[in-house]
């Protein structure tokens, strides 16, 4: 059984930061993409970045500059650096990961969530 599992979110002011975590587990063959998502009080989930087992990264535009994604490929980790948060920044944060449990046979899986909070 896989798991996603996020840590590290929280109530911060405006112009603060937080660092998001995931740990990956479970009977793993490899990690392909993984990338964070968020979902705002009556928004839609939206994409905020992604990361390539090769190291690209895109992010959304509205983060461009202010999160920055990153892995630790031997804890099968996936962080998420944010920094000058606002207001708008408000939502819960969900990973997200695209998983080979063999060779070919891949899977998608998502975290349960970890809620970031933004005060102005």
């Known amino acids: 059984q896989v798991q996603l599992v996020e840590s590290g979110g929280g109530l911060v002011q405006a112009g603060g930061s937080l660092r998001l975590s995931c740990t990956a587990s479970?009977?793993?063959?490899?990690?392909?993409?993984m990338g964070w998502h968020r979902q705002a009080p009556g928004k839609q989930r939206e994409l905020v970045a992604t990361s390539t087992s090769r190291g690209t990264t895109s992010y959304a535009d509205s983060v461009k500059g202010r999160f920055t994604i990153s892995r630790d490929e031997a804890k099968k980790m996936v962080y998420l650096q944010m920094t000058s948060l606002k207001s708008e920044d408000t939502a819960i944060y969900y990973c997200n990961a695209d998983i080979s449990l063999a060779y070919g046979v891949n899977r998608e899986y998502w975290g349960q969530g970890t809620q970031v909070t933004v005060s102005s």
């Open positions: 479970g009977l793993i063959y490899s990690i392909n993409t």
